[in-house]
């Protein structure tokens, strides 16, 4: 597919062709979850965690005798049954991930960007690079564009002028390609990709 390539003032420069290996597929929704599953629940901490009847700390005296009270025999506050006792079968610090072979997020990442294509949310740029630093000038030209949340993913590398003028601009992020990711590509309203960024994402996918 061919699609147009502009520049950061808005001008024309040209025209780029997109793979349809890469770009051009028909979104699966499934693989898209299952992706961006794996990626959540990859970055959960999993640190939860509750003490249990032997870490409370309570005396450890009977706290009645055994027989004559009418009430149930028990042998120590820290038992689950009481306010203030361990916790029966709480959770514990545990990894919440799972395993997705490479050929299957390489997959999602495909459908990923084929989403973004087929739904016109998808904007190719000559390059994200800028002489200096000037968050209120990229910030205009980001409105001007009507980028409201947008990603724009770069080539091997990211140009750190346009990287610290768009830090302090609310909802547009720039990643290198290789940290392109589903979630964070499905999440933005709008994927802005460089033509080294087209041409890097297309070697690593194919």
Known sequence: MKLDVIKLDGKKAGSVDLGDDVFGLEPRI????????????????GTHKVKTRSEVKYSTKKIYRQKGTGGARHGARSAPIFRGGGIYKGPTPRSHGH????KFRKLGLRHALSAKATAGELVVIEDAAMAEV????LAKQVKNLGWKRALVIDGASVDENFAQAAR???????LPSMGANVYDI?????LVITKAGVEALEARLK
């Open 186 to 190: 499905l999440k933005r309203d709008t």
């Open 134 to 137: 000037k968050t209120s000038t």
């Open 168 to 174: 302090n601009i609310e909802g547009l992020d720039i």
């Open 99 to 102: 395993e997705l072979t490479k």
């Open 30 to 45: 499934d693989i898209l979850h299952r992706v961006v599953r794996w990626q959540r629940n990859n970055a959960q901490a």
